[in-house]
């Protein structure tokens, strides 16, 4: 069965950075897309970062500027820098990939302090 592994979640001060990865294990046929959504308490969750197979990336525009999404194709895995992080980046941040069947990962808790 296919697993996302997540790691790199944690408590920050505003204006500091993180940097979150996923890894995608187990038989997948391909990968379309990787990316990372995120759900604040009492919110929907919200798209905040993708990037395509052949590189092709797009943020929310909360982010834009502060974040950078990469991969590696090659060992399907996804990171997010987070750099000048706000409170409000504050939530629980989900990896998902985009194959023959969708895939979430378990989530990772980001805290960003005042």
């Known amino acids: 069965q296919v697993q996302l592994v997540e790691s790199g979640g944690g408590l920050v001060q505003a204006g500091g950075s993180l940097r979150l990865s996923c890894a995608a294990s187990g038989n997948i046929f391909s990968i379309n897309a990787m990316g990372w959504y995120r759900q604040a308490p009492g919110k929907q969750r919200e798209l905040v970062a993708t990037?395509?197979?052949?590189?092709?990336?797009n943020y929310a525009d909360s982010v834009k500027g502060r974040f950078t999404i990469s991969r590696d194709n090659a060992k399907n895995t996804v990171s997010l820098q987070m750099n000048s992080l706000k409170p409000e980046d504050t939530a629980v941040y989900y990896c998902?990939?985009?194959?023959?069947?969708?895939?979430w990962g378990r989530g990772t808790q980001v805290t960003v302090s005042s």
């Open positions: 990037i395509t197979s052949g590189g092709s990336t």
């Open positions: 998902k990939v985009w194959s023959r069947y969708d895939y």
